[in-house]
């Protein structure tokens, strides 16, 4: 048995000695009375309890005296409740203010804008509510993510270091552009604890807002964001019960503001002629119906039709590098007069030289990558052909600043239709119909012939690069090719032009006259010869019937079509031969 200290006896005699006393006292009503004693000498005592010299003893005495209640069933039931009241004590204790919501978590709907809707001000919404209620905020994370552990993972393969490729820099990358990246943001440790962050932000949020309907960012977010995508006023109404969204008339009304807001925004932006690119003004059609299952009188089922648009501005920095003389309407027509004398060449339309330097250094690097996998490993890594991919020329991120229009009730005609959304584009802009169409250049971007009104012809353009880029098929080439002879087959073209003269020799006529028919009067043209003329009637009844034989179509009161048929030419050129009127043949 293990000898008491000193201490022992100590605490042990001092025990006793207020047991013996006339008035006697228990330890637990000895730090009772010691405690809320309020006699001068004895609070002398324990004055440094709540202080910071020393609170952290005082914590360490309640915490041996939870540790003892906890040991049996009915302690930790009583030690539960007392901390459980303690607990809603100070959660009551700690909300955020009220206000005005740039300096809190109120937002009134005539204040509200599109800056409200954004990832920033959201951000700093959740944290003003974890600042305001971090007793809450963190026994939800202290739950949530007990012993700091993320969810498990299978464990990979090891990857070696000529394997690695380097990780996506995510710092510049916007969360709720997280969606569209080509690496997943919101997997491993960081992922997880950014989903239990969110689940907390959004608990605090519905307390507060149960609390306190003022503090309603979240639920006001969440309300224009559910109604906009079509959510039914029941769902609705429900997540508002729980504390997820706000109303759909509080909605409604911010949606109002907002639409106030970007009215005077479009006058705004309007009203400035002095830009070097006006703004374009993009409109597509659009049908919504408005389904009833249960038709009745005055409820049925509604189509709407009419067009939805948006306003795009151009990026201010991409017109600074914009010349302004080159950007008027007599460069336009000069530069286009010189498309006429333009020589169009496949080189210009072949890679450069220094993209075909990018294309080999990422031939090299994919060989050099197996390279080092499977065969071996460079002696000296300074002159190794590296095995991370070249920079390339990165495109801008940003996003283009767009202002929606108002959906525009457009007639079911088109005439009629058209005029009803210039009149609402031209109200919507505030401008009169002289600036409107001042300024209107019609794009359709659904054109396929855009240079039919081009003062250059594109359209050869493209024939003369078709030629000299595609190759003619063998099939072509073989039918452009005639086992006729060069006489027979010229004749032949030549009268299929029906303007070519039948009594010279085919080297000679130049000529574009027809002679008068030996046979017949008037002049002789390359039909008369072939459907009309007595003379030959024997000899056109044999040239149907061996087109007949060989199945050429053709009908049989005009024999002159076979002209135009190249399979019929060897039948052709023995009809002329047996007219006996072409003697060179």
């Given amino acids: 048995m293990q000898q008491p200290s000193v201490l022992d006896h100590n605490i042990l005699g001092l025990c006793k000695q207020m047991n013996s006393l006339r008035t006697k006292l228990s330890p637990k009503e000895f730090i009772h009375v010691f405690v809320l004693l309020s006699y001068s000498d004895v609070a002398y005592l324990q004055r440094h309890w709540a202080q910071p010299k020393g609170i952290s003893s005082t914590i360490e005495l309640v915490d041996v005296i939870g540790h003892e209640i906890k040991k049996t069933k009915v302690g930790r039931a009583a030690w539960a409740k007392f901390f459980q009241k303690e607990a809603i004590m100070i959660l009551q204790s700690k909300e955020p203010p009220q206000g005005n919501y740039l300096l809190v978590g109120f937002i009134a709907l005539c204040q509200s804008n599109h800056i409200f809707f954004s990832l920033e001000e959201k951000e700093a919404h959740s944290r003003h509510l974890v600042e305001h209620m971090p007793f809450l905020s963190n026994t939800l994370m202290g739950m949530l993510n007990v012993d700091d552990s993320s969810i498990p993972v299978e464990a990979k393969e090891p990857i070696g270091t000529e394997d690695c490729i380097p990780e996506l820099d995510t710092s510049n990358i916007p969360k709720d552009l997280a969606d569209i990246v080509y690496e997943d943001l919101n997997n491993g440790h960081k992922g997880h604890l950014c989903r239990l962050q969110t689940l907390v932000n959004t608990i605090c949020a519905m307390i507060a807002f149960a609390r306190n309907c003022r503090n309603n960012g979240l639920q006001l977010h969440n309300a224009v964001q559910l109604f906009a995508c079509g959510i039914t006023e029941q769902v609705q109404e429900y997540m508002n019960y729980i504390g997820l969204s706000a109303s759909r008339s509080t909605a409604?009304?911010?949606?109002?503001?907002?639409?106030?807001?970007?009215?005077?925004?479009?006058?705004?932006?309007?009203?400035?002629?002095?830009?070097?690119?006006?703004?374009?003004?993009?409109?597509?059609?659009?049908?919504?119906?408005?389904?009833?299952?249960?038709?009745?009188?005055?409820?049925?089922?509604?189509?709407?039709?009419?067009?939805?648009?948006?306003?795009?501005?151009?990026?201010?920095?991409?017109?600074?590098?914009?010349?302004p003389l080159e950007l008027t309407l007599g460069a336009y027509h000069k530069a286009i007069e010189q498309v006429n004398s333009m020589e169009l060449t496949p080189i210009m339309f072949l890679p450069t030289p220094a993209k075909e330097q990018f294309e080999i250094q990422v031939w090299k690097l994919q060989i050099a990558k197996v390279f080092r996998k499977q065969i071996a490993t460079p002696i000296d890594e300074t002159l190794a052909i590296p095995t991370l991919p070249p920079n390339v020329e990165l495109i801008s991120h940003l996003a283009p600043e767009i202002h929606m229009l108002k959906l525009m009730d457009a007639s079911k005609n088109s005439a009629e239709g058209i005029c009803q959304v210039f009149q609402s584009m031209i109200q919507q802009t505030g401008l009169t119909s002289e600036g409107f169409f001042g300024r209107f250049q019609p794009l359709d971007d659904r054109n396929a012939n855009p240079d039919r009104k081009m003062k250059a012809n594109l359209t050869k353009l493209h024939a003369a690069l078709n030629a000299q880029l595609q190759q003619t098929s063998k099939k072509t080439l073989k039918a452009r090719i005639s086992d006729l002879p060069i006489a027979d087959g010229s004749l032949i073209n030549q009268l299929a032009s029906e303007h070519s003269p039948l009594h010279h020799n085919l080297f000679k006529s130049k000529r574009r006259l027809d002679p008068s028919c030996p046979f017949c009067s008037g002049k002789e043209t390359t039909r008369h010869l072939f459907d009309f003329c007595p003379q030959y009637r024997t000899a056109r009844r044999t040239l149907l019937t061996q087109a007949k034989k060989k199945k050429i179509r053709c009908d049989w009161n005009q024999p002159h079509q076979l002209l135009k048929t190249p399979k019929a030419h060897a039948i052709v050129a023995a009809f002329l031969k047996s007219t006996g009127r072409f003697d060179y043949l």
């Avoid at 070097?276 to 409109?283: A, F, K, M, N």
């Avoid at 049908?287 to 009188?297: A, G, L, N, T, W």
């Fill in 252 to 323: 409604i009304a911010a949606l109002k503001t907002l639409a106030k807001v970007q009215a005077e925004n479009l006058k705004r932006i309007m009203a400035n002629t002095t830009t070097l690119i006006p703004p374009t003004i993009c409109i597509v059609n659009i049908d919504m119906e408005e389904r009833v299952h249960q038709s009745s009188i005055g409820h049925r089922t509604h189509t709407f039709r009419g067009m939805w648009g948006y306003l795009h501005l151009p990026n201010e920095k991409l017109i600074a590098t914009l010349d």
